[in-house]
Every structure is written in C-alpha cells, then in structure tokens.
C-alpha cells in the first residue's frame, strides 16, 4: 500500500503548502494520538515535541500540542533539541512518543514532522500507514476532563549533555585540542559546545545564533566552506559540523579538508575492530563510496548496501544484528549509543579513535582516499517519469559500459526533495564529473 503524505523521514515540504500547514498538522497530531497512544488503552498517554530553530516551530508546536490535547494525549515540550536528543528523551521519559518539527538540512522555509516510537526509534512502514488512515477519520475532541495537558521538561539539554558525555570512557579527556564546532544555527546551538568543553577541549562556536530564518544558512553539514576557514584561520586540530537537526556530521582536518560521513564510518570500524568492539559488520548505502567497500573487505569487515535514508540502514542494521551504519551525508548510527543518527556522539567516537590511535584526522584520510564521486542534483516537476525515460535508461547504460567496472552510476529520486540525484563514481576525477553532467542535462 502507498504512503500518501510519509517520505523517508516522515512528513516534509513548504512552509504553507499541503501538508506543511497549521490545518493539516493539527489533524496529524491528533491522529497520531489515536494510533501511537490510545489505541494501546493507556488511559492517558504522553507524547514528546522536540523542535530545531526554523521560525514555522512555533507555529507547528502550538499546533501538534492542540492536536494531542484533542485526543486526550498529554504533550512534553522540550524546545530546540537536537533530532537524536529527543530520540533520547524519548526513552528516558519513558513516553509513548515522541515528534520532532524539523526539516533536517534544508532551509528556513521547508519543514517536517518526524515521528519516533517509545523505543526511540523511527516508526515503522505499517504505522505510518495506520495514521494516514486515521486522517480521513473526523477530528473529534473528547469531553473536557478527558484532554490532554502540556508540560515544558526545562533540563532537557542538560540530560542530554550528560548522555553525550557518557558515550566515552570516563578517563576520555580533549584537553590541549582546539576544536571549531559548526552548530549551524540549529538545534545543536546550545549543546553541542557544551559537550566538547566540558570533555576539557577548547572550543570556538560557530553557527550559535539563530534567529529563525539563518539555519543551514552557509554553514554546518551541508556547507562547509566557511567552517574550513575558521579550522586554517584558529590552526586547530579539526573541525565539526552538524546539521540543523545534529542528526548529521561532517568534519574538517587541521588542512581544511572535508571528511565526509563514509570516512567517519570507516575510521569508526577499523578502531572498533581492533579493539574487539564491533559487532559484525558495516551497514552504508547505494551512494557509499566504492573505496570504503574495498577498505572494509580487505579487512574481513562485512559490508551490505541498503537503500538510500537513515530508516534503511536501520532496518538492515536491525536484520544483519550489526550497530555501526549510515551514510556519505553525514548520517552515522551507533546503536550502541543511540537509536538513530547522531552527529554529537558520532564525532566522540571519531574523536576516540583518534586519540587512543595516536593519529590526526588529516593524516588517516591521506591514508585512505576515496574515490572521486560527482553528484548533480536536478530539480525536477516529476522525478519518477524522469527516472522512466528510456533515453536515460540508455545514457546510463552507455556510462557503466564505458567505465568498464572501474566505477559506478546511481540515479535516484530524493526521498525529501523534488530533486533527481544523478552520481558518478570513477576512479578519474574528471571521467566523473564529465558523466555526471552528461547525464544531469539528460535529465534536465
């Protein structure tokens, strides 16, 4: 059965288009209250709302809250919080979910609802399905002493500064590093510093003011550039950077150079097996760089692709029994520490690793480059009529031939956009970058 409003994570689109308005929310608030709470006959369930810095949050929790409120689901108000923290609080609240208003990386003017289960974990398919349904019931407010109540949890970011802190060894110190941490005016702004400094790093903040409107605005995840100033500029060790929901992580060495979500994984795995700490193998994607596949095997370490978005690397994650995953992007799941992708705790195993290898970010990655990779992203009306062209069935097949197994070609719709991604990977930068603008005008 289609999902008709749910993508890869959850709900998303334009501030004031359907279904990203006051109207609809309200009602999928409530309909999520039917299936997520009341349907377990709890006689009163509670439901987490977390929030990163977008100016539509406001909006979006007063109506989530009046939505639960109306079906008789108490609401836990948390604030800006980081995608992963109220995965997080979820559990430790021992609530029966949990909702974050977020649009991740994309601008101000985009928005989403994203849903996780009392586990912390992102719903599956067939309750996704169940709420769609519910939404095509009426709305109907039950009697006055049987609604809901709010209630706003002031130490949230506190608890969850703790919880980061706890994923490392207590004898774990950053003392004598400069670290740049890039916040990108998100939900991380007031905790992610935090972390670090209080692990004895010094710390110059960046992307820590946010006013609604600049989030993911020339800086964090999704734009590095002025974060690789800063590290060269300040001569520090390494640079962080999350996105505005700190659900991703990028980083940049003391040279400027990017290390990218694949690298981490890498760097990840490799210290976790030597020192007998991973279990199985490595879950990435289709768009996981060839050079990370080949790294992994030559050291016996499983591998599996899954689609690409979060939610399937955890499904296969979950199958194989594996806790290390995630994607080029910045998405890196360590179940052992959480239950979704957490950019903070990603980069204190990152962090780990470096130091009890005794090595620098720069000088590992020059150890093992990656393959050149060229990805366009085309915004398109219809991806998937353009993804049934049989004029790009035909260019694409006239690449792999000429790459001759010596890199790939990957077409997909954005699970979040309406954009087609076209990448090509070669172990010639320029073949790369030739092919995939080839196949982007096709597209175009």
Same mark, same amino acid.
């Given at each position: 059965?289609?999902?008709?409003?749910?993508?890869? !994570?959850?709900?998303?689109?334009?501030?004031?288009?359907?279904?990203?308005?006051?109207?609809?929310?309200?009602?999928?608030?409530?309909?999520?209250?039917?299936?997520?709470?009341?349907?377990?006959?709890?006689?009163?369930?509670?439901?987490?709302?977390?929030?990163?810095?977008?100016?539509?949050?406001?909006?979006?929790?007063?109506?989530?809250?009046?939505?639960?409120?109306?079906?008789?689901?108490?609401?836990?108000?948390?604030?800006?919080?980081?995608?992963?923290?109220?995965?997080?609080?979820? =559990? &430790?609240?021992?609530?029966?979910?949990?909702?974050?208003?977020?649009?991740?990386?994309?601008?101000?003017?985009?928005?989403?609802?994203?849903?996780? /289960?009392?586990?912390? &974990?992102?719903?599956?398919?067939?309750?996704?399905?169940?709420?769609?349904?519910?939404? !095509?019931?009426?709305?109907?407010?039950?009697?006055?002493?049987?609604?809901?109540?709010?209630?706003?949890?002031?130490? @949230?970011?506190?608890?969850?500064?703790?919880?980061?802190? @706890?994923?490392?060894?207590?004898?774990?110190?950053?003392?004598?590093?400069?670290?740049?941490?890039?916040?990108?005016?998100?939900?991380?702004?007031?905790?992610?510093?935090?972390?670090?400094?209080?692990?004895?790093?010094?710390?110059?903040?960046?992307?820590?003011?946010?006013?609604?409107?600049?989030?993911?605005?020339?800086?964090?995840?999704?734009? &590095?550039?002025?974060?690789?100033?800063?590290?060269?500029?300040?001569?520090? !060790?390494?640079?962080?950077?999350?996105?505005?929901?700190?659900?991703?992580?990028?980083?940049?060495?003391?040279?400027?150079?990017?290390?990218?979500? !694949?690298?981490?994984?890498?760097?990840?795995?490799?210290?976790?097996? /030597?020192?007998? =700490?991973?279990?199985?193998?490595?879950?990435?994607?289709?768009?996981?760089?060839?050079?990370?596949?080949?790294?992994?095997?030559?050291?016996?370490?499983?591998?599996?692709?899954?689609?690409?978005?979060? =939610?399937?690397?955890?499904?296969?994650?979950?199958?194989?029994?594996?806790?290390?995953?995630?994607?080029?992007?910045?998405?890196?799941?360590?179940?052992?520490?959480?239950?979704?992708?957490?950019?903070?705790?990603?980069?204190?195993?990152?962090?780990?690793?470096?130091?009890?290898?005794?090595?620098?970010?720069?000088?590992?990655?020059?150890?093992?480059?990656?393959?050149?990779?060229?990805?366009?992203?085309?915004?398109?009306?219809?991806?998937?009529?353009?993804?049934?062209?049989?004029?790009? &069935?035909?260019?694409?097949?006239?690449?792999?031939?000429?790459?001759?197994?010596?890199?790939?070609?990957?077409?997909?719709? /954005?699970?979040?956009?309406?954009?087609? =991604?076209?990448?090509?990977?070669?172990?010639?930068?320029?073949? @790369?970058?030739?092919?995939?603008?080839?196949? @982007?005008?096709?597209?175009?």
């Amino acid at each position: 059965m289609m999902r008709k409003y749910f993508g890869t !994570d959850g709900i998303r689109g334009t501030v004031g288009q359907f279904p990203i308005t006051p109207e609809f929310v309200l009602k999928l608030a409530w309909a999520a209250g039917k299936v997520l709470v009341n349907k377990k006959g709890s006689e009163r369930g509670t439901v987490i709302i977390g929030k990163d810095t977008r100016i539509s949050g406001y909006m979006f929790e007063s109506v989530l809250e009046a939505g639960l409120t109306a079906a008789g689901v108490n609401s836990l108000l948390v604030g800006p919080m980081p995608t992963p923290a109220v995965a997080y609080l979820t =559990r &430790t609240f021992r609530a029966d979910a949990a909702i974050v208003i977020s649009a991740s990386h994309n601008p101000f003017y985009d928005n989403g609802i994203k849903f996780f /289960s009392e586990d912390g &974990t992102k719903l599956p398919d067939e309750i996704e399905l169940e709420i769609e349904a519910m939404l !095509d019931q009426e709305l109907v407010t039950l009697s006055s002493e049987s609604l809901g109540k709010a209630y706003r949890i002031d130490d @949230a970011a506190a608890r969850y500064i703790e919880f980061c802190k @706890a994923s490392v060894p207590n004898d774990f110190s950053l003392k004598g590093k400069k670290i740049v941490v890039d916040c990108a005016h998100g939900a991380a702004y007031h905790i992610a510093p935090h972390v670090f400094e209080e692990l004895g790093a010094e710390i110059i903040a960046m992307g820590v003011s946010p006013n609604g409107l600049n989030i993911n605005q020339e800086c964090g995840a999704t734009d &590095t550039q002025a974060l690789a100033a800063k590290v060269l500029s300040e001569q520090a !060790d390494l640079g962080i950077a999350l996105d505005g929901d700190a659900d991703r992580v990028m980083m940049i060495d003391n040279k400027g150079n990017l290390i990218n979500g !694949d690298q981490l994984i890498l760097l990840i795995a490799e210290a976790a097996q /030597s020192k007998g =700490r991973l279990q199985g193998g490595v879950v990435g994607t289709l768009m996981t760089n060839m050079a990370v596949e080949n790294r992994l095997k030559s050291l016996e370490i499983p591998f599996v692709r899954a689609k690409v978005g979060d =939610r399937y690397v955890m499904e296969a994650l979950k199958t194989n029994g594996w806790t290390l995953g995630g994607e080029s992007s910045g998405h890196v799941i360590c179940l052992e520490h959480n239950t979704t992708g957490d950019g903070i705790i990603a980069a204190l195993q990152v962090l780990r690793t470096l130091f009890e290898q005794e090595i620098d970010l720069y000088a590992w990655a020059q150890q093992n480059p990656l393959f050149p990779q060229s990805l366009v992203n085309v915004r398109v009306a219809d991806a998937q009529r353009a993804l049934n062209s049989s004029q790009l &069935t035909e260019a694409i097949k006239s690449a792999e031939h000429q790459l001759a197994g010596q890199g790939r070609v990957l077409i997909r719709a /954005s699970g979040t956009e309406p954009l087609v =991604r076209v990448m090509v990977e070669a172990q010639d930068q320029a073949v @790369a970058k030739r092919k995939a603008q080839e196949i @982007a005008a096709l597209v175009t």
